[in-house]
Every structure is written in structure tokens, then in C-alpha cells.
Nanobody
Framework: QVQLVESGGGLVQAGGSLRLSCAAS????????MDWYRQAPGKEREFVAG????????YYADSVKGRFAISRDYVKNTVYLQILSLKPDDTAIYYC???????????WGQGTQVTVSS
């Protein structure tokens, strides 16, 4: 089992920045990748950014490239999502996701709300 706890969300004005954190605990040695997803009101959950846990390779949705940066602290078992130049369209619940294995299994955090005011 892997437990994920997000933090760092809040109410921010457009143009501002936030750093979200996702702390992993439990069987973190089995984690392969960690990602951030978001779900805006009335929309489906969408992938935002991901990082390979051991190698540190990162990947992003095209819609956030240049404004979002994912990083990890291997010692703290924590993944971060830095968001710059926030837009009202970034308003969503941001979820942390981990894929562990083998065998492959997905874990989700409870989510953290990000609200961007115009």
C-alpha cells in the first residue's frame, strides 16, 4: 500500500503561482511513476504532469508546458508541482497519482483544491 497526501492548494489571483506537494508513505520502494492530474468542475479528470520516480524523467500535457514544473525529493518521498502564471482555467481539484509495482497498481490522493480568481 502507498498513501498519498496532497497539500498546497488555495485561492490565488490570476498571474500568481503555487507549489503543490504530494507526500508518499508506505511501500514507496514500489513506486514507479508519480503524476499530477486535475479535474475542473463539470469536466473529466485530465493528466497534467508526471515524473519517473527513479530516473527523474518528466513529461507534461501540452496545455501546461512552460508553466508547470514537476519535481521530486527522493529522500522525502515527495513530489512537487510548481505552477506559474495561474489562469482561471487552472481552477480544479489537483490529484496526486502513483503507479507502483509489479504487479501494477494505482494509488490516488484525496486531492487539493486550486481556485484562481480573475
Amino acid at each position: 500500500q502507498v498513501q498519498l497526501v496532497e497539500s498546497g492548494g488555495g485561492l490565488v489571483q490570476a498571474g500568481g503561482s503555487l507549489r503543490l506537494s504530494c507526500a508518499a508513505s508506505g511501500r514507496t520502494s514500489t513506486v514507479l511513476t508519480m503524476d499530477w492530474y486535475r479535474q475542473a468542475p463539470g469536466k473529466e479528470r485530465e493528466f497534467v504532469a508526471g515524473i519517473n520516480w527513479s530516473g527523474g524523467n518528466t513529461y507534461y500535457a501540452d496545455s501546461v508546458k512552460g508553466r508547470f514544473a514537476i519535481s521530486r525529493d527522493y529522500v522525502k518521498n515527495t513530489v512537487y508541482l510548481q505552477i506559474l502564471s495561474l489562469k482561471p482555467d487552472d481552477t480544479a481539484i489537483y490529484y496526486c497519482h502513483a503507479r507502483a509495482g509489479p504487479p501494477a497498481y494505482d494509488y490516488w490522493g484525496q486531492g487539493t483544491q486550486v481556485t484562481v480568481s480573475s
